[in-house]
């Protein structure tokens, strides 16, 4: 006889003891109120984002608006200074040519002499953090929307940079234009622009403003001398440098200081 011990077999459920399909439903489906929740929750966060689109983002498609306006009216204006100077000048020197360049929708040149100013509408809206220029102005903070802008900068290259195609040759911004939901502007740069303080909430976009962003600018290049480096840091040229013409005597402007000790780059992208 095996004394073996056996394992006894596990005891059998009874039908009382199963689980129900109305038991096992209940553990994983939402009661009534928990669904009624989940359907109210889908609403509000419609209505969140339909508030953001229809308030900031609104705005922002105003703002840019704005923007593109002021940038053609601000090409308008550069080509009849452009007319004005050239007919001031060329009388007393033909061979100083003073130039309007259409590039694209969203850019166009100035040259004059030596120098090459560059106009750029960006695509984007900005803002800034609430230290920065008119951000804590009662203006703006009296609307939301005003705080947010369109903006076009003024660079300052030497003209043969570009017409050499001298790539590592440095520009300048030496302006920068913000344009809000009013048509308000604020204008920024260095020093030479001689800007005079300006409140934004008694500024609105006009063709002198804008004129005299331009003139500025030009006034600030032409006073800025190309300063030529010193022995020491072009005494070897490479291959490359040749190659691609870079001049060993190849000069910058380093006379450009930035007015509120601000700089230029500070804005936010969104």
Do not use: C, W
């Not at 003073?98 to 803002?127: A, C, Q």
């Amino acid at each position: 006889m095996d004394d073996t011990p056996r394992s006894t077999p596990p005891a059998a459920f009874s039908p009382e003891q199963l689980p129900t399909p109305a038991a096992t439903e209940s553990a994983t489906a939402p009661t009534p109120d928990t669904a009624t929740a989940m359907i109210e929750e889908t609403p509000d966060r419609l209505d969140q984002i339909f508030e953001g689109l229809k308030q900031k983002s609104s705005a922002k498609q105003q703002i840019y608006r704005n923007t593109i306006a002021t940038f053609d009216l601000l090409r308008q204006v550069s080509q009849e200074l452009v007319v004005e100077l050239s007919r001031k000048i060329s009388p007393l020197d033909s061979s100083v040519l003073v130039e309007y360049r259409p590039i694209n929708d969203m850019e166009f040149h100035i040259k004059f002499s030596g120098d090459l100013l560059v106009f750029v509408l960006h695509s984007n809206i900005v803002t800034f953090p609430d230290d920065y220029g008119p951000m804590n102005t009662t203006y703006v903070e009296a609307d939301f929307r005003r705080r947010f802008f369109g903006h076009i900068m003024a660079y300052n290259f030497m003209a043969d940079s570009v017409k050499f195609q001298r790539m590592n040759d440095p520009g300048y911004l030496v302006g920068r234009l913000l344009v809000n939901i009013d048509n308000h502007y604020f204008l920024e740069g260095v020093q030479q622009l001689e800007l005079p303080d300006h409140d934004m909430a008694a500024s609105p976009i006009t063709p002198e403003m804008l004129r005299l962003f331009v003139e500025s600018a030009m006034i600030a290049a032409v006073n800025n001398d190309l300063i030529a480096p010193p022995m020491n840091e072009i005494k070897k040229i490479t291959v490359k440098q040749k190659i691609e013409n870079q001049q060993v005597s190849r000069g910058s402007k380093v006379g450009f200081s930035f007015s509120h000790q601000q700089h230029l780059g500070e804005g936010l992208v969104y």
